[in-house]
């Protein structure tokens, strides 16, 4: 089992920046992925950016250039730093962690960015 964590969401007004974090706990060695997705009210859940074990991110054309995903091996922890923040960037965000066994999903975190 594999346990995700995420915190760092907030309010934020447009052009500001947020710092969410995703801590990961329990099989650490089968995750082959940590992703970043959202959701905002009536949309459905989308792809931010990920990051996999051998460190090769990936990002959505809506927020490359203004967020970056990294991660730090000793703490277990990957981040999503967002800059740039629009009003569009308003959503829940999730963590997934993608297994050998199956994907993991975190309680997810609100954002929210006033214009």
């Known amino acids: 089992q594999v346990q995700l964590v995420e915190s760092g969401g907030g309010v934020v007004q447009a052009g500001g920046s947020l710092r969410l974090s995703c801590a990961v706990s329990?099989?650490?060695?089968?995750?082959?992925?940590i992703g970043w997705y959202r959701q905002a009210p009536g949309n459905q859940r989308e792809l931010v950016a990920t990051?996999?074990?051998?460190?090769?991110?990936n990002y959505a054309d809506s927020v490359k250039g203004r967020f970056t995903i990294s991660r730090d091996n000793v703490n277990y922890t990957v981040y999503l730093q967002m800059n740039r923040l629009k009003p569009e960037d308003t959503a829940v965000y999730y963590c997934?962690?993608?297994?050998?066994?199956?994907?993991?999903w975190g309680q997810g975190t609100q954002v929210t960015v006033s214009s």
């Open positions: 990051i996999t074990s051998g460190g090769t991110t």
């Open positions: 997934k962690g993608e297994g050998l066994w199956g994907d993991y």
């Open positions: 329990g099989s650490i060695r089968s995750i082959k992925a």
